[in-house]
């Protein structure tokens, strides 16, 4: 995600990515037998089987600048974007733009905090955006990843941590680093991802092999699913965004891939200004939330079988939606609670 729009900062010519995608669709009849018997479910209570997560912008970019109490009861997960890099490898620190916010204090960040979690939602901290340069390469740094954002847990009362590394990662010491913040944080911990199309192509990617190793404690991947060249879906056919097929065939391979569909998420932008390309209408991301879960409002594409436990939707940024009116949250928030 980027301080103006969450655009892809990597993808470059899409050759190598429809390599990878072929390795993905070519490897799906092992991993969906796998995904069948899974009964892994998030292991977070306080997180709705069908939930809503938006960003919420910790600086000020033109869209509507909000406090955590602005964003709408619809958003069951606020990720608050971003904390930044510190000088020590892997480790992350975050500083409230108070100035950007027009005078938004700590203590009334904090109580925020507090009074969204008693409303039952769940509010965490998000790593990386686009110009993020955290690096988990080694077991110190996942060591430092681990204590800082248990630490800033501690301090802000976050529920957890959202993932959002635009510029690599390393599956093996990022999985360290979560399983170790996991134990730290003990239960109602909340996981989120927010991966680009191209990091989800293949289930040898960095991204979906982190996502894979912590499935026991994963609670949603909600993919970007804009700010992308065309894609290959599951069936092998090249989608471009902006439609429904883009997000329902790309969905398949997360869901045939490994992922318990309560796991997947569709991640989309709130309104045409807040990324480069691939908006798509609310409707459409209800047509292919109902396509995933129930077979219906389907494109081209139609999975072989329904997902109904998909866990819902994401959105960047809440901010970007209080700009259009809330226009995002209002059509897809009832449409997530009703499935």
């Known amino acids: 995600m980027a301080h103006s729009y969450r655009r892809r900062s990597r993808l470059g010519v899409l050759l190598g990515a429809f390599t990878a995608a072929a390795l993905a669709v070519g490897g799906l009849a092992t991993t969906s037998t796998a995904n069948a018997a899974s009964t892994t479910?998030?292991?977070?209570?306080?997180?709705?089987?069908?939930?809503?997560?938006?960003?919420?912008?910790?600086?000020?970019?033109?869209?509507?600048?909000?406090?955590l109490a602005d964003v709408p009861a619809a958003y069951d997960i606020v990720a608050v974007a971003f904390a930044d890099a510190t000088a020590t490898p892997g480790a992350v620190d975050f500083t409230l733009d108070s100035a950007g916010l027009g005078g938004y204090t700590e203590d009334a960040f904090k109580a925020d905090i507090k009074a969204k979690q008693a409303a039952g939602k769940s509010v965490i901290i998000s790593i990386g955006g686009e110009k993020g340069t955290i690096q988990v390469s080694d077991a110190a740094s996942a060591s430092a990843f681990a204590d800082s954002v248990y630490?800033?847990?501690?301090?802000?009362?976050?529920?957890?941590?959202d993932i959002d590394l635009e510029n690599g990662l390393n599956s093996t010491y990022m999985a360290q680093a979560l399983k170790s913040l996991a134990a730290k944080a003990g239960s109602g911990f909340v996981l989120t991802m927010a991966p680009q199309t191209i990091d989800m192509q293949s289930t040898s990617a960095e991204y979906f092999k982190t996502a894979l190793a912590v499935k026991d404690i994963l609670t949603v991947v909600n993919m970007q699913y804009y700010n992308s060249g065309s894609m290959l879906g599951c069936d092998g056919k090249v989608y471009s965004q902006g439609s429904v097929d883009f997000l329902t065939a790309l969905a398949c391979i997360q869901l045939e891939g490994g992922l318990d569909p309560s796991q997947v998420g569709i991640g989309t932008p709130a309104s045409s200004s807040a990324a480069g390309s691939g908006y798509v209408a609310p409707s459409v991301v209800n047509d292919a939330l109902d396509c995933l879960a129930k077979g219906t409002n389907c494109g081209s594409f139609?999975?072989?079988?329904?997902?109904?436990?998909?866990?819902?939707?994401?959105?960047?940024?809440t901010n970007w939606d209080a700009s259009s009116g809330n226009a995002w949250s209002s059509a897809v928030g009832p449409h997530v609670d009703s499935m």
């Open 302 to 317: 139609k999975p072989s079988k329904t997902y109904p436990g998909l866990r819902g939707a994401m959105t960047w940024s």
């Open 151 to 161: 630490a800033l847990m501690q301090e802000y009362g976050f529920d957890g941590v």
């Open 41 to 67: 479910e998030s292991s977070t209570a306080a997180v709705p089987a069908h939930a809503v997560t938006g960003y919420w912008q910790n600086f000020n970019n033109g869209a509507t600048v909000q406090k």
